[in-house]
């Protein structure tokens, strides 16, 4: 067998016999379907990610939040027709309780300033960036879980809350290389479609459905958005009437429309003039079309889009002043919007923006005699009191798999234990980029 101080290419000792596990039985190695694992070159975009999330989050001074992935399933009882409700990923649980994955943060967040009612000081500003998931038929071959972003601020009834959650997202947006050339924000109001409704007296009570079956405009047949609209109290006159507005792109139009005395109208023109203050103008259009799918909204809303129309929308938001109440709790203002992990990914990648993230490991440290693994030990922990990274070589290895390794992550540095120089206290340094070697004292090391 190979002399102990010579590198081999195996570790361990061939002696002990394996040990009896249970009888084998296969199992599938992918995850569930419509899930991801997070291997690390995806966990690190993945961090990449987040980590703008966050830091664009805490630049607006909002605060990090989190919730459980499991919520009760009466979170999520919209009676609006939604797709998240038809898409629930929901079962009972072993105290016959109703509980559902959560399909997305809002919900939870309005449970939680309930429950802090009156002991926090207004305006919340929180963000939290949570697992969602949905069950839908795999024969659409989508996925089940996704991972959104959400910012939201509780207790500002003002469009001033929305210009400033639509320039977090701006920033978020430039600090990744898009522009105003890449991609853009739909605006509207929800009040456009509240002042129509009422001016043909649809009762108050279909408003978030027909907001919902607004929303599905451009994705199912015209005929059975009509139809659907019919069936929520809607006359034929008032049907037609609703579609012309919501093809409404300038402001001044919309006024035709409506007149000049409405909220919709009011809410639009300060937030675009907010928009000129921020800077951000270019990156706005009103469209009267955009409702967004979710039945809460109650006023502006607003979709984040890519200006090549490959992609589904980026991101979405809006203010939802009525969402409390539908809890038992007091109404507050609110407005955020949610940002999926999928969509944005894709467009940086039709874009050529993603970014190189490869493993970086400032040292890696391998004794070069059995008999000083320990004092690599040693060496390693030196340096990672000083802050720095480490890759200990924990198994008698040749050199040539060590020098492969530190090429493999990145290492700026190979740190060698040897007999000869740890007997005066000193180990071996090598910069890998330039080849530089040098013997360094140990109590020099840094
Ligand atoms: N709401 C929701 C949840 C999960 C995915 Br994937 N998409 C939407």
């Known amino acids: 067998s190979a002399n102990q101080n010579v590198r081999t290419g195996r570790s361990g000792s061939a002696t002990s016999p394996p040990v009896e596990h249970d009888t084998a039985q296969k199992i599938d190695v992918n995850p569930p379907k419509g899930t991801r694992d997070f291997p690390p070159e995806d966990m690190r975009l993945r961090n990449w990610l987040f980590h703008h999330f966050r830091e664009v989050s805490q630049q607006f001074g909002f605060e990090e939040v989190d919730f459980p992935v499991l919520e009760s399933e009466a979170l999520y009882i919209r009676k609006a027709g ?41 305006p919340l500003k929180w963000f939290a960036i949570g697992q969602c998931w949905r069950y839908e038929r795999m024969t659409r071959g989508r996925r089940r879980e996704h991972y959104q972003w959400n910012m939201d601020i509780i207790g500002v ?23 105003a050339s890449d991609v853009g924000f739909k605006v509207s109001s929800r009040k456009v479609l509240q002042e129509v409704l009422r001016c043909y007296s649809v009762p108050e009570n279909m408003f978030g459905r027909v907001c919902i079956i607004i929303d599905k405009i451009g994705k199912i047949p015209m005929d059975d958005i009509r139809k659907d609209l019919l069936s929520a109290d809607m006359s034929e006159v008032a049907i037609e009437d609703l579609l012309q507005v919501l093809s409404l792109k300038s402001l001044a139009k919309l006024e035709e429309k409506l007149g000049a005395s409405g909220e919709a109208l009011s809410d639009l023109k300060q937030l675009f003039s907010l928009a000129e203050k921020y800077g951000y103008s270019e990156w706005l259009q009103f469209d009267a079309s955009i409702v967004r799918g979710l039945a809460y909204y109650t006023g502006i809303v607003f979709e984040g889009f890519d200006r090549e129309g490959k992609l589904r929308a980026i991101c979405g ?34 874009r050529g923006l993603l970014p190189e993230l490869n493993l970086q490991v400032e040292n890696i440290v391998c004794s070069l005699d059995q008999e000083l693994q320990g004092a690599a030990s040693a060496v390693a922990t030196i340096l990672r009191e ?24 990145n290492a ?24 530089e070697q040098l013997e360094i004292k140990l109590d020099e090391l840094e």
């Open 386 to 409: 000083k802050g720095q990274s480490v890759d200990l070589v924990l198994e008698n290895k040749p050199l040539k798999w060590v020098f492969k390794r530190a090429a493999r992550i």
């Open 317 to 350: 938001g809006g203010r939802y002043d009525r969402l409390l109440s539908t809890f038992g709790g007091d109404d507050l203002p609110a407005c955020g919007f949610g940002f999926g992990d999928a969509v944005i990914v894709e467009l940086l990648k039709e």
């Open 157 to 179: 009834p003002d469009v001033t809350g929305e210009a400033e959650l639509i320039s977090s997202i701006i920033t978020f947006f430039k600090r990744i290389g898009l522009t």
């Open 412 to 435: 700026r540095r190979l740190i060698l234990v040897g007999k000869a120089e740890w007997q005066k206290g000193m180990v071996n340094v090598k910069t890998l980029s330039t080849g």
């Open 82 to 122: 939604e797709e998240i409700r038809d898409q629930l990923y929901c079962f009972e649980d072993r105290g016959n309780r109703r509980v559902a994955l959560r399909p997305e943060l809002t919900p939870s967040l309005a449970r939680l300033v309930i429950q802090k009612g009156k002991s926090v000081s207004l």
